[in-house]
C-alpha cells in the first residue's frame, strides 16, 4: 500500500518555505525522499531510517516520526531549481511503495 | 559514465505490436526494478529482480515479460500493446548499502497508437 502525500501541489515565491508530508498506514521503517524535474527521472535526495532522524541536503531536510509512521519534507527559502514534483517512498524488503507526488512550482 | 541506460528514449507503436524496453546499470548494484509512471505522474512498481532472480511481481497483465540475463541487464517485453499501456517506464537499481536510494534510469515514453 502507498503513503499518502500532502499537499498535492504548492506554489511558492523565491525566498518562501515548504512543507511536504508523508504518511503510512502501515508501519515505516524507513523514508525516501525524490524529486523529479519535468521530462526527467526521480533524483533521490535522502534516506531516513530511523525514528526521529533528521537529514539534510542543500537547504531541504526531512524529519521522520516512526511512532506517527510520518515524515516530512522541508525545503527552506526555495529557489527556483527546487521546483518539480517530490515523492516520498516507503521500502519494505526491496519493494518500495511512492506516494502521488506533490508538485511544486517556485516562482520568480 | 550513464549509471543507469534505457533504450529506446521513445517508442512510438500500434496497437497490437511487440516491444523490448532494455535497461543496463553499471553500478555494480544487486537489484534492478521496472516502474510505470502514468499520466497523473503516479510511480507504481512492475518487477524486481535481485541477482537475476525475481522477486516482486505486482498485478500487471501477463502481456509484460521481464528477463534479467545478468544482473547488470533488465529488460521488459511488451506483448500485443493496448492503448492504456502508453505511459513512460522507468528502469531502476539500488545497491546494498541500505543508506543508499534508487538510480533511475532516464526513462521511456512509449506511445501506442
Known amino acids: 500500500q502507498q503513503p499518502v502525500q500532502s499537499p498535492q501541489a504548492v506554489i511558492l515565491r523565491e525566498g518562501e518555505d515548504a512543507v511536504i508530508n508523508c504518511s503510512s498506514s502501515k508501519a515505516l521503517y524507513s523514508v525516501h525522499w525524490y524529486r523529479q524535474k519535468h521530462g526527467e527521472a526521480p533524483v533521490f535526495l535522502m534516506i531516513l531510517l530511523k525514528g526521529g532522524e533528521q537529514k539534510g541536503h542543500e537547504k531541504i531536510s526531512a524529519s521522520f516520526n516512526e511512532k506517527k509512521q510520518q515524515s516530512s519534507l522541508y525545503l527552506t527559502a526555495s529557489q527556483l531549481s527546487y521546483s518539480g514534483t517530490y515523492f516520498c517512498?516507503?521500502?519494505?524488503?526491496?519493494?518500495?511503495?511512492f506516494g502521488a507526488g506533490t508538485r511544486l512550482t517556485v516562482k520568480p | 559514465d550513464t549509471a543507469v541506460s534505457q533504450t529506446p528514449k521513445y517508442l512510438v507503436t500500434q496497437m497490437g505490436n511487440d516491444k523490448s524496453i532494455k535497461c543496463e546499470q553499471n553500478l555494480g548494484h544487486d537489484t534492478m526494478y521496472w516502474y510505470k509512471q502514468d499520466s497523473k505522474k503516479f510511480l507504481k512498481i512492475m518487477f524486481s529482480?535481485?541477482?537475476?532472480?525475481?522477486?516482486i511481481n505486482e498485478t500487471v497483465p501477463n502481456r509484460f515479460s521481464p528477463k534479467s540475463p545478468d544482473k547488470a541487464h533488465l529488460n521488459l517485453h511488451i506483448n500485443s500493446l493496448e492503448l492504456g499501456d502508453s505511459a513512460v517506464y522507468f528502469c531502476a537499481s539500488r545497491g546494498q548499502d541500505r543508506r543508499g536510494g534508487y538510480t533511475f534510469g532516464s526513462g521511456t515514453r512509449l506511445t501506442v497508437v
Open positions: 529482480y535481485n541477482n537475476k532472480e525475481l522477486i
Open positions: 517512498g516507503t521500502l519494505n524488503n526491496n519493494d518500495m511503495r
